[in-house]
């Protein structure tokens, strides 16, 4: 990360030398999205039909060496219009600063705002840096998400009416019941990916955020609250209360989350917590699966419970183009209302638009519902030190395979976060 990020802010030492003359009736937009990729050649026709403005779109997958080329064609002056930075708000910043992200806060605000209002405030969220923020960016948004995702539970209908359950369960009790009346005829409870460790962070960040709510949560990011707090004891009980109601489908803790998909899909587990992506792949493995979306059922009814979420993909436009007027106008033509509609359709990925919901897929749409109420690591003030977060992650592991108990991990979790906080001082 260090040799990226010094990369990017060496880039360029002479902002005002411009890139080679372009083409003022082509905008040129460069992807990695393979899945997407026919959707917006069939939209960039469409454009040029009606505008009489040709958009180029290259594609260049995989993510990683998209990412190298976007990198190397900075060095080189010759980053196209419109494309996408896939790594960490610190290097969106740097590119920021070398003048190769366009501020866009004028073109949201023109006409009353009427762009930034069309879509979800907190898929802006991701391109937009508040006042007071760390990087000492100028406040305001530097990209358009093209669509957007969270991350919810889901339940399949004709599993859990065979148990005898008529809807789904809405308290966390009644979750663990369902989960045990599922056991009784033989089918597994929930299902995720999380062999990936982000994906159970994911899941005990919402526990988290609705237990002891969300100013606790970051106070312990920032060492006032330790791990041994009983919040955090409930928190980690969850893991120990879903065990115990043997409410996981075995092997959870490796499982990669394709593999997790696709027993959700050929329905050997009931529940899944997945995010709005895994539709598409749903759809690809049972077109039949018959399904709905419910947020994860909340422990503390005077908190929220939050899910993550925010821009699944996002664009900005190159501040050194000399078509930065086309490109603008291009992606403002490119969120609207109907061609967010033809992108649901075509992807199965949430439109970014609001006004797109209703003429999308039931399933998507309820996914979009619960826009509000995400939240993601990329937009908190404060993030967890990363051995810390590891060990708190694999405490959770040992958790579910019997193999710790709460208040064990939580005093693990409490020594390393000591440590590093000890290391962290003579540092300074």
Same mark, same amino acid.
């Given at each position: 990360?260090?040799?990226?990020?010094?990369?990017?802010?060496?880039l360029?030492?002479?902002?005002?030398?411009?890139?080679?003359?372009?083409?003022?009736?082509t905008?040129?937009?460069?992807?990695?999205m393979?899945?997407?990729?026919?959707?917006?050649?069939?939209?960039?026709?469409?454009?040029?039909e009606?505008?009489?403005?040709?958009?180029?779109?290259?594609?260049?997958?995989?993510s990683?060496?998209?990412?190298?080329?976007i990198?190397?064609?900075?060095?080189?002056?010759? &980053?196209?219009?419109?494309? @996408?930075? %896939?790594?960490?708000?610190?290097v !969106? =910043? +740097?590119?920021?600063e070398?003048?190769?992200?366009?501020?866009?806060?004028?073109?949201?605000?023109?006409?009353d705002?009427?762009?930034?209002?069309?879509?979800?405030?907190?898929?802006?969220?991701v391109?937009?840096?508040?006042?007071?923020?760390?990087?000492?960016?100028k406040?305001?948004?530097?990209?358009?998400?093209?669509?957007?995702?969270?991350?919810?539970?889901?339940?399949?209908?004709?599993?859990?009416?065979?148990?005898?359950?008529?809807?789904?369960?809405q308290?966390?009790?009644?979750?663990?019941?369902?989960?045990?009346?599922?056991?009784?005829?033989?089918?597994?409870? &929930?299902?995720?990916g999380? @062999?990936? %460790?982000?994906?159970?962070?994911? !899941? =005990? +960040?919402?526990?988290?955020?609705?237990i002891?709510?969300?100013?606790?949560?970051?106070?312990?990011?920032r060492?006032?609250?330790?791990?041994?707090?009983?919040?955090?004891i409930?928190?980690?009980?969850?893991?120990?209360?879903?065990?115990?109601?043997?409410?996981?489908?075995?092997?959870?803790?490796?499982?990669?989350?394709?593999?997790?998909e696709?027993s959700?899909?050929?329905?050997?587990?009931?529940?899944?917590?997945?995010?709005?992506?895994?539709?598409?792949?749903y759809?690809g493995?049972?077109?039949?699966?018959?399904?709905?979306?419910?947020?994860?059922?909340?422990?503390?009814?005077?908190?929220?419970?939050?899910?993550?979420?925010?821009?699944?993909s996002?664009?900005?436009?190159?501040?050194?183009?000399?078509?930065?007027d086309?490109?603008?106008?291009?992606?403002?033509?490119?969120?609207?209302?109907?061609?967010?509609?033809?992108?649901?359709?075509e992807?199965?990925?949430?439109?970014?638009?609001?006004?797109?919901?209703?003429?999308?897929?039931?399933?998507?749409?309820?996914?979009?519902?619960?826009?509000?109420?995400?939240?993601?690591?990329?937009?908190?003030?404060?993030?967890?030190?990363?051995?810390?977060?590891?060990?708190?992650?694999?405490g959770?592991q040992?958790?579910?395979?019997?193999?710790?108990?709460?208040?064990q991990?939580?005093?693990?979790?409490?020594?390393?976060?000591?440590?590093?906080?000890?290391?962290?001082?003579?540092?300074?």
């Amino acid at each position: 990360m260090k040799n990226v990020l010094a990369l990017v802010l060496c880039l360029f030492t002479c902002i005002g030398c411009g890139q080679p003359k372009q083409d003022a009736n082509t905008v040129t937009l460069w992807h990695w999205m393979t899945d997407r990729n026919d959707a917006f050649q069939a939209l960039a026709a469409k454009y040029e039909e009606e505008t009489g403005i040709k958009v180029q779109i290259d594609l260049y997958p995989p993510s990683d060496a998209y990412t190298q080329r976007i990198i190397a064609s900075a060095q080189a002056r010759v &980053l196209p219009d419109i494309y @996408g930075i %896939l790594d960490k708000k610190q290097v !969106f =910043a +740097s590119f920021i600063e070398s003048g190769f992200v366009a501020d866009l806060t004028e073109d949201f605000a023109a006409n009353d705002g009427e762009w930034e209002k069309a879509l979800f405030a907190k898929a802006l969220d991701v391109n937009r840096f508040k006042e007071g923020n760390i990087y000492n960016i100028k406040p305001g948004i530097y990209g358009a998400p093209i669509d957007v995702t969270n991350i919810q539970m889901l339940y399949n209908k004709k599993l859990l009416a065979k148990a005898g359950i008529d809807k789904a369960p809405q308290t966390f009790d009644e979750f663990l019941a369902a989960a045990q009346a599922l056991n009784r005829i033989g089918v597994a409870g &929930l299902v995720s990916g999380w @062999g990936e %460790l982000w994906m159970a962070d994911c !899941f =005990a +960040s919402n526990y988290a955020f609705n237990i002891m709510g969300e100013e606790k949560v970051m106070a312990t990011f920032r060492g006032e609250v330790p791990y041994t707090d009983p919040d955090w004891i409930a928190v980690f009980n969850v893991f120990k209360r879903m065990a115990d109601a043997k409410a996981f489908a075995p092997g959870i803790v490796t499982k990669p989350n394709k593999d997790a998909e696709q027993s959700f899909a050929l329905e050997r587990s009931a529940f899944s917590f997945n995010g709005s992506w895994g539709v598409n792949a749903y759809h690809g493995m049972n077109p039949d699966l018959d399904y709905g979306v419910m947020m994860p059922p909340a422990i503390n009814p005077d908190n929220p419970m939050y899910i993550w979420g925010g821009a699944g993909s996002s664009f900005v436009i190159n501040g050194a183009s000399q078509n930065k007027d086309q490109a603008v106008a291009f992606l403002k033509w490119f969120t609207a209302r109907d061609q967010q509609v033809f992108l649901a359709q075509e992807t199965k990925n949430l439109p970014s638009n609001r006004k797109a919901l209703s003429k999308i897929p039931e399933v998507l749409s309820d996914y979009a519902k619960a826009m509000d109420n995400t939240t993601h690591p990329t937009i908190w003030k404060y993030n967890e030190h990363p051995l810390v977060a590891e060990t708190y992650l694999k405490g959770i592991q040992s958790i579910i395979i019997g193999e710790k108990t709460p208040e064990q991990v939580a005093g693990e979790v409490q020594a390393v976060k000591e440590r590093e906080m000890a290391k962290a001082e003579k540092r300074k």
